[in-house]
């Protein structure tokens, strides 16, 4: 019982999903995973960025060498982020195979409760756990999908998610730059609504979320934020 530190097994099972979840999740919050969102919150952090730095300073050189920082910043915060979320599922899954070498009954007992959960009962039940406890390769893709809640194909390479950032980054900031160049009085503006309009409301369909809202909450706070330092740019 020193396993399950005094818990039922189903009751340990309910807990190792918690920790499965929490391997899962972004370091910045629980997202849609991997590159799609990071070009979306790259593209919006650049459009918002860029635009509140072209209000204050008025100066193409400015933009181009506050973009070529930002695009470093931006692609390795995501590899690195990338990593640090692949680092937690390997140690969950070295864990989890320590469990199944070290304490093979109380997996045993792990596995009986959650397919007895799923319905199963008898001798049904007794020939799945058999089967499932002969090849530990099997079991510990079981135990990893069952008792953690993991979907190991939602675990992107770092480089690929990287590569979402640059590209969210790149693309933002030559669709503003069109807008500097050929509308410089409100071109900007437009350029940014219509990269974090397109991000939101991309991101929304992904997640089968209604990009609406979305997109007007985006826009909502995008427009406040750089309200505020319109606003702080005419009191100084």
């Not at 792990?110 to 089967?131: P, Q």
């Not at 309009?197 to 706070?221: D, F, H, M």
Request: with cysteine; charged share 20%.
């Amino acid at each position: 019982m020193n396993h399950f530190k005094g818990k039922h097994a189903l009751d340990h099972v309910i807990e190792a999903r918690l920790k499965g979840k929490e391997a899962s999740q972004e370091t910045h919050g629980t997202e849609l995973p991997g590159h799609y969102s990071a070009a979306a919150d790259a593209a919006k952090d650049t459009a918002l960025v860029l635009l509140v730095l072209w209000t204050l300073f008025q100066e193409p050189y400015v933009l181009g060498c506050f973009a070529a920082a930002w695009l470093i910043w931006k692609v390795g915060r995501s590899a690195i982020l990338g990593w640090s979320r692949l680092e937690r599922l390997h140690r969950v899954i070295e864990e989890e195979r320590w469990e199944i070498e070290h304490h093979r009954p109380q997996e045993k007992e792990e596995l009986r409760a959650l397919y007895a959960a799923k319905g199963f009962t008898g001798k049904l039940l007794d020939e799945a756990v058999s089967v499932l406890m002969a090849d530990d390769n099997r079991l510990l893709q079981v135990m990893l999908t069952e008792e953690l809640g993991l979907s190991l194909e939602s675990f992107e390479h770092p480089l690929k998610q990287a590569t979402g950032a640059l590209i969210g980054v790149v693309g933002a900031a030559a669709i503003l730059s069109v807008g500097v160049f050929l509308l410089p009085n409100w071109g900007p503006a437009a350029c940014a609504a219509l990269v974090l309009a397109l991000s939101a409301g991309t991101s929304a369909q992904l997640e089968k979320n209604q990009p609406l809202p979305a997109i007007v909450w985006n826009l909502a706070v995008a427009a406040l934020a750089f309200g505020a330092a319109l606003f702080l740019k005419q009191l100084l």
